[in-house]
C-alpha cells in the first residue's frame, strides 16, 4: 500500500494505492484529510505515468525526442511554439482527458523542434504531441 498527496480541482485528497488480485491494477482510494465539501471517499483507476528520463537528460545533438500522448483526451493549451528552449519538467502542453487538466511535461531538455498537433486536436494514447531536438 502507497499513500499518495493529490490535488484535484483545488481539493485536497490523502489516497492510499494498493495492487489488487493477479490482474495487477491499481485501484486509488481517497483515506482521509478530505477537502471539505469534497463529497464520499471514491474508487478510482489510477492513471498511467509518462515515462521518465533521468533529471539532466537532453536530446542527443542532431536526432529528435518525440513526447506522446500518455492517456487519450483534448488539447486544452499548447504552453511552448517552435523553437523554444525547455527544460525537463517544463509545461509543453495541457490535455483534458475524463474531465480532468493534465499537463504534459518535457522528459528532456532541448529546443522545441516541432509541434505535431493544435489547440482542440483529439488524441489517442501513443499519438506524437510534440518533438524536441
Not at 493549451?77 to 523554444?84: C, L, N, P, Q
Amino acid at each position: 500500500m502507497r499513500r499518495f498527496h493529490v490535488v484535484v480541482n483545488g481539493l485536497s485528497y490523502d489516497v492510499e494505492v494498493e495492487e489488487i488480485g493477479g490482474g495487477g491494477i491499481p485501484v486509488a482510494r481517497v483515506s482521509s484529510n478530505v477537502s471539505p465539501g469534497a463529497g464520499l471517499p471514491i474508487e478510482a483507476q489510477a492513471p498511467a505515468e509518462a515515462p521518465k528520463a533521468s533529471p539532466g537528460a537532453t536530446a542527443p545533438a542532431g536526432r529528435e525526442e518525440v513526447v506522446v500522448a500518455p492517456l487519450p483526451g483534448t488539447v486544452l493549451d499548447i504552453k511552448v511554439a517552435e523553437g523554444d528552449e525547455v527544460k525537463v519538467g517544463d509545461v509543453l502542453l495541457v490535455l483534458e482527458a475524463m474531465k480532468m487538466e493534465n499537463e504534459i511535461v518535457s522528459p528532456m531538455g532541448g529546443r522545441v523542434a516541432e509541434i505535431r498537433v493544435t489547440k482542440g486536436s483529439a488524441v489517442t494514447t501513443g499519438d506524437a504531441l510534440i518533438s524536441i531536438g
